[in-house]
């Protein structure tokens, strides 16, 4: 039952996009597709086209390592959250003062969810459905046939906090997630181009879900690496307080190596990519 939470909320986010600043409540099932989908316009203002100047040189090795390992490239965190930036700066209008973009936005909408047990084994995220709030956000249990089925919901909210340079040299942000007021997700990353290379660290909590809600284990999952034109090499290690993630500005990478325990280390020089434990 691990992530049950953790996916709801990232389909919750994923509902709210758009919606910065602003209540939303929530929509009803999407109808198929067509065939043919729109071009979605991309997002446009300072911040915005100043991240598309970051991000182009390292797009074509972050896509193609992409390809190699399927949906596990840690390398695509830089490319995916500035990305958001640059749609949550366009949306919030955001003008560079002092030489720095300062800008958040808020997203909020009531939210329901539903999902069993064998659904959650199979991580099929299909279960989980985003319905108007019926009023009672208390999680209800019960057994069917000797499945395990929980319902829940309520007051999603989300807040996207950016402190970026102008031109786009270094900067940070923080996103936290709260359900009913309660914080259900807690993630900070921070970047810098040096010599070529973006460096970046990002840390998001790591929360399990329990059959009493979403318990804190005092741990954040950390991405660190850089990403080159022509290589990138990234790093996933686990910390116990957001105290001692190193600075993308001073971090020496062969010394963060040495120093902490990778869980998994993702590496790609001389076209030739290379995944580890």
């Known amino acids: 039952m691990k992530k049950m939470l953790i996916v709801f909320l990232i389909i919750a986010a994923l509902l709210c996009a758009g919606c910065a600043g602003q209540k939303e409540d929530a929509p009803s099932a999407p109808a198929a597709p067509p065939a043919t989908a729109l071009p979605t316009a991309a997002p446009s203002g300072p911040a915005a086209e100043a991240v598309e100047r970051l991000l182009a040189p390292f797009r074509a090795e972050v896509n193609r390592v992409s390809s190699q390992t399927g949906e596990y490239n840690p390398g695509a965190i830089p490319?995916?959250?500035?990305?958001?930036?640059?749609?949550?700066?366009?949306?919030?209008?955001?003008?560079?003062?002092?030489?720095?973009?300062?800008?958040?936005?808020?997203?909020?909408?009531?939210y329901a969810y539903q999902a069993t047990a064998m659904d959650l084994y199979e991580n099929d995220p299909s279960v989980l459905s985003a319905t108007p709030d019926p009023g009672d956000d208390t999680p209800q249990d019960r057994q069917l046939m000797g499945d395990y089925e929980k319902d829940g919901g309520g007051l999603f909210g989300r807040v996207r906090a950016y402190d970026v340079a102008q031109d786009m040299t270094s900067g940070a942000a923080e996103w936290t997630d709260t359900l009913n007021g309660e914080t259900t997700g807690h993630e900070l990353f921070s970047f810098a181009l040096r010599e070529g290379r973006l460096y970046f660290v990002d840390a998001a909590m790591d929360l399990t879900a329990g059959l009493d809600g979403l318990e804190n284990q005092g741990r954040y999952l950390v991405a660190a690496g850089y990403l080159a034109e022509n290589g990138l090499d990234v790093i996933e290690y686990e910390v116990t307080g957001t105290d001692v993630l190193p600075d993308p500005a001073t971090m020496n990478y062969a010394d963060l190596l040495s120093a902490v325990r990778p869980l998994t280390r993702i590496s790609d020089q001389n076209g030739k990519t290379s995944l580890f434990p």
Do not use: C, H, K, Y
């Open 79 to 110: 490319e995916e959250i500035l990305t958001q930036m640059g749609r949550d700066a366009a949306a919030a209008e955001a003008q560079p003062q002092e030489g720095r973009f300062r800008f958040s936005v808020q997203q909020s909408g009531n």
